[in-house]
């Protein structure tokens, strides 16, 4: 019975992987091309048409940056603008992309010098580079859903806004 479920496992792969890898490729790479686009246009340059032609109007953000940042769209504009006003140099690179069922998964790297005001600290020409992961959900060619987490930690111990935690005292012997 096992080898009869396996069997059957194994044809109904063999029977639809020539319709996903035709599909695939084209998916991915578009989604891809999109993704790239959301953080070489929109964040490195600032370029927010390139966030209107990717991203959906009512966007659902789960990684909400800033407190009083807006819902949909017009938050990720908002978050954007805002770290391009401390950081006019930011740079976010995509390092590893893949998709499946939809989503996109990214880990990128942000690195930029704070020039400008962010987090209500005015400039201190300190430099951050740290690492994030986005997932995105696509539908219709486009982003309508987004979870994510930046090493934020890291950032702001770079920034100087939060201090490790001192050393655990030494081992008694």
Do not use: C
């Not at 953080?39 to 909400?64: L, P, R, T």
């Not at 995105?136 to 994510?148: C, N, Q, S, Y």
């Amino acid at each position: 019975m096992f080898k009869s479920a396996a069997l059957a496992v194994m044809a109904t792969v063999a029977l639809s992987a020539p319709a996903m890898a035709a599909e695939a490729p084209y998916i991915h790479d578009a989604v891809k091309a999109q993704m790239s686009s959301i953080y070489n246009e929109g964040f490195s340059k600032g370029n927010m048409k390139a966030i209107d032609a990717v991203v959906h109007q009512n966007v659902v953000d789960h990684e909400m940056v800033m407190s009083n940042q807006k819902s949909g769209r017009d938050g990720l504009k908002q978050m954007i603008s805002s770290l391009r006003t401390g950081f006019p140099d930011l740079k976010v690179e995509m390092l590893d992309f893949s998709y499946s069922k939809g989503k996109a998964f990214v880990r990128y790297r942000m690195t930029g010098t704070q020039k400008g005001a962010f987090m209500g600290k005015p400039a201190s020409g300190k430099k951050i580079d740290f690492i994030g992961f986005d997932e995105v959900r696509f539908k219709d060619g486009l982003a309508v859903e987004h979870w994510g987490q930046g090493d934020n930690v890291t950032m702001m111990k770079q920034l100087g806004l939060m201090q490790a935690p001192p050393a655990a005292p030494a081992p008694k012997k």
